[in-house]
């Protein structure tokens, strides 16, 4: 089937600890998106990346970092800058044509212990 | 400036009642708008979208859209609610960069259904 998986479901980060949250899709899709969710907040732009070896701050990519070495891979580095990182992060792909769908993977939930 | 606005944060309904969720956006050309629901702790499944054409569009889980250009409205309809239609629901509008597909999102409804 084709999808976005996203892993792993829950991530705990300790203090001045980075952590790195997966997303793969195999729709053989350009675009990919990290958003991060808070309640009443709903989704905001972390990162996004039009095509291989290239990628856009999105609005709150301060203590992010991403990686997209491979087209269907699309990492997210939650670094010790980012003071609030409890959330839940989505990833979504598209094709990148221009006014295509994005799809979602199934989330990740990061805590902070 | 681009923006989308959910103006209910919750609302609740009877099961078999009539549901409309309202988007309203603001965007300087002809937009290209989309409805996603949200199961708790779960990712984002697209309803329906709307591109051009027909602005009565027909979605899955029988839902449906209406575009409305002149109240820059998007509203999200149901003829009869069924339980498992609670979920919170996006509304979204794009392309916010030329060439993209990026999109920016409302704040959300939460429907709350009750038998």
């Known amino acids: 089937d084709g999808g976005i998986t996203q892993s792993p479901k829950y991530l705990f980060r300790k203090e001045g600890q980075n952590v790195t949250l997966s997303c793969e899709q195999n729709?053989?899709?350009?675009?990919m998106y990290w958003y991060r969710q808070d309640p009443g907040q709903g989704l905001r732009l972390i990162y996004y990346?039009?095509?291989?070896?290239?990628?856009q701050k999105g609005d709150i990519a301060e203590g992010y970092s991403v990686s997209r070495e491979k087209k269907e891979s699309f990492p997210l580095t939650v670094t010790s800058a980012q003071k609030n990182p409890t959330a839940f992060y989505l990833c979504?792909?598209?094709?990148?044509?221009?006014?295509?769908?994005?799809?979602f993977g199934p989330g990740t939930r990061l805590l902070v212990l | 400036a681009q923006s989308v606005t959910q103006p209910d944060i919750h609302i609740t309904v009877s099961e078999g009642a009539s549901l409309e969720l309202r988007c309203n956006y603001s965007?300087?050309?002809?937009?290209?708008l989309f409805w996603y629901v949200q199961s708790p702790g779960q990712g984002l499944q697209l309803l329906l979208k709307?591109?051009?054409?027909?602005?009565l569009v027909q979605g899955i889980k029988g839902f449906e859209a209406e575009f409305k250009r002149s109240q820059s409205s998007f509203n999200l309809r149901k003829p009869s609610v069924h339980w498992s239609d609670a979920a919170e629901y996006f509304c979204?509008?794009?392309?916010?960069?030329?060439?993209?597909?990026?999109?920016?999102f409302g704040t959300g409804t939460r429907l709350q259904v009750f038998p």
């Open positions: 990346s039009q095509i291989v070896n290239d990628f």
């Open positions: 965007y300087g050309a002809t937009p290209y």
């Open positions: 729709l053989n899709h350009d675009a």
């Open positions: 979504a792909s598209s094709a990148g044509q221009g006014v295509e769908t994005q799809y």
């Open positions: 709307y591109f051009s054409g027909d602005t």
């Open positions: 979204a509008v794009g392309p916010i960069v030329y060439n993209t597909d990026k999109l920016i």
